[in-house]
């Protein structure tokens, strides 16, 4: 007997490592973000996002299709309005940003798995995600907003609904909405644990979205707390999720660990802006290499229990797994 144990005999080479391999990134799990915005031959790219554009939507078709040529399944839909106003009403609006995109891309890429971001925070004047009354955001008239919004976008070609809102109830609400207009087979994918997190930032530069008062603390949830993560996963499964959320993902890995280890439901990770920006601001400034930051990331989502990963790095990370 060997008072120790030769963990490098299953290192040696390539083929041994490949054989022994846990957990394996591939293009098949991961959904693309992509922003909207109204315009023709429109690539404007976000200064704190590199490489992540605002699309017109003949321009974010080539896109999309790109993305889905190269084997990402989906896409994950968020708007730019031309307009806002207080409650958001470009959200549910069948000429809304979305709603177009979504009837132009399931012509021109029909078999891409359409997802859409159910939220206010883009369309609302205030910049919060939901109806603000005496600078509260109301929870139940809220909901009154969601069900129109994801209807209109169901309606308009949606496959999948993925409310961001953090409203209470509002999965349920979606789901009456649905299962009333005859649509029994759009799944939910609940952002259910979705955090008050400043890894948002860059996003909300994108979409025009900071809050012109106050916070979202409000209705996302406190960093601090993985117990109460728990039960708005339970929450939300009770109320009909097909698929849950964390978010963001990579100072979450514990919360998707947990998630996985008491629940079977199909879990999303959302790798968020800040996480991206972080990684290509370094990359560019030639500190890290970017490429095996992404996938170590990326894996390290994968491990830590995600089904499906939700990444602006999908399209760059598909054609680093292909070699
Ligand atoms: C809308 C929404 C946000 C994100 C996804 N949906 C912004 C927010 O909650 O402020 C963030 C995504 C990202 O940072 O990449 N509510």
Redesign the pocket.
């Known amino acids: 007997m060997y008072p120790f144990k030769r963990f490098r005999r299953l290192r040696q080479n390539e083929k041994l490592r490949t054989l022994v391999t846990e957990t394996e990134l591939s293009a098949r799990h991961f959904i693309y973000?992509m922003f909207f915005t109204p315009g023709d031959h429109l690539r404007e790219e976000i200064p704190e996002m590199p490489g992540i554009c605002r699309f017109s939507i003949d321009e974010g078709v080539k896109e999309a299709r790109e993305a889905f040529e190269l084997g990402i399944p989906g896409v994950l839909l968020?708007g730019i309005p031309s307009r806002k106003d207080a409650v958001g009403s470009e959200a549910f609006s069948e000429s809304g940003i979305i709603q177009k995109a979504l009837r132009a891309l399931k012509k021109e890429v029909p078999a891409l798995l359409l997802v859409t971001?159910v939220?206010m925070?883009?369309y609302t004047d205030h910049g919060h995600?939901g109806v603000v009354k005496d600078g509260k955001v109301v929870n139940d008239e809220t909901l009154e907003l969601l069900r129109k919004v994801a209807l209109s976008q169901v309606k308009a070609g949606a496959d999948v609904v993925a409310p961001?809102?953090m409203m209470d109830g509002r999965v349920m609400a979606i789901r009456e909405a649905l299962d009333g207009n005859g649509f029994l087979d759009t799944p939910i994918m609940s952002?259910s644990a979705?955090f008050a997190s400043a890894?948002?930032g860059?996003?909300?530069e994108a979409?025009g979205?900071r809050p012109s008062f106050g916070d979202?603390t409000g209705y996302?949830m406190n960093p601090a707390n993985s117990r109460e993560a728990m039960r708005e996963i339970q929450s939300d499964i009770e109320e009909g999720a097909d698929i849950v959320m964390v978010?963001p993902a990579l100072s979450y890995l514990d919360v998707i660990r947990e998630a996985r280890v008491r629940f079977d439901i199909p879990i999303a990770a959302?790798n968020?802006?800040?996480e991206y920006s972080m990684v290509k601001a370094c990359a560019q400034k030639g500190w890290i290499d970017e490429k095996r930051i992404a996938l170590e990331i990326l894996t390290s989502i994968k491990r830590a229990g995600a089904d499906i990963i939700i990444s602006?790095h999908a399209k760059d990370a598909t054609r680093w797994l292909k070699g």
């Open positions: 973000p968020f971001d939220c925070c883009e995600c961001s809102d952002y979705k890894f948002y860059p996003f909300r979409a979205s979202r996302q978010k959302y968020v802006s800040g602006y």
